[in-house]
């Protein structure tokens, strides 16, 4: 299973741009990278997936360069309802967790 | 209906209890997951079902037992819980295993006292 590197934690204001980077160096062939988002006390919401380039939705975008080696998930002007802890996955057979970032959106 | 459906979503039970928990979906996913989360912790992955077969079983003590009568319904069956296995259950569908977006449910609260 390819093991995933966020950062713990990230601070950003409503109305900013945030960037989270994801490492995930020993990516499989077939692995597809996908980012949940979860609130306190609820299960993970899928945001996005992608195998490589760009892939934009209603929510983010997430961007991932041709070695497949990190992907940065980008939400646009991010709002309070925004702070949440950000998952990013390596899916090759089973959805298995890394420890996430922690981002809070303050005033 | 992309919803996934937890009952209870709060469960006390002591360590002699014997209770369940039930996870259901109908959106024809045929592969169905049970994760533990800790408090502040990621979800940790339990028990895989694929085509209601048990595919994956993390190590999890027999104390837990997953149980999948049919396509839609998922049970995780408790007895003689310690009380650190106090956490939020969580249960999860997507199409088929390893398919990339998966649906998760609200969870059950479970306290063992």
């Known amino acids: 299973l390819a093991k995933t590197t966020q950062p713990i934690s990230m601070d950003s204001y409503e109305g900013q741009e945030v960037n989270i980077t994801c490492s995930h160096n020993n990516i499989a062939t077939n692995d597809y990278i996908t980012w949940y988002q979860q609130f306190p006390s609820q299960g993970p919401r899928f945001i996005i997936q992608g195998y490589k380039t760009k892939v934009t939705n209603e929510v983010a975008s997430l961007f991932i360069p041709a070695d497949r080696k990190s992907s940065t998930l980008s939400l646009p002007r991010v709002s309070l309802s925004d702070t949440a802890v950000y998952y990013c996955l390596a899916i090759g057979q089973n959805f298995v967790f890394g420890p996430g970032t922690r981002l809070s959106v303050l005033p | 209906d992309t919803e996934v459906t937890q009952t209870p979503k709060h469960l006390v039970m002591g360590m002699t209890n014997k209770k369940s928990l039930k996870c259901e979906q109908h959106m024809g996913h045929r592969a169905m997951y049970w994760y533990k989360q800790k408090a502040k912790k990621p979800p940790e992955l339990m028990f895989v079902?694929?085509?209601?077969?048990?595919?994956i079983n993390e190590s999890v003590p027999s104390r837990f037992s997953p149980e999948c009568p049919n396509s839609s319904l998922l049970n995780l069956h408790l007895h003689a819980l310690q009380p650190e296995d106090s956490a939020l259950y969580l249960c999860?569908?997507?199409?088929?295993?390893?398919?990339?977006?998966?649906?998760f449910g609200q969870g059950t609260r479970l306290t063992v006292v």
């Open positions: 079902y694929s085509y209601e077969k048990l595919s």
């Open positions: 999860a569908s997507s199409q088929v295993a390893g398919n990339t977006e998966a649906f």
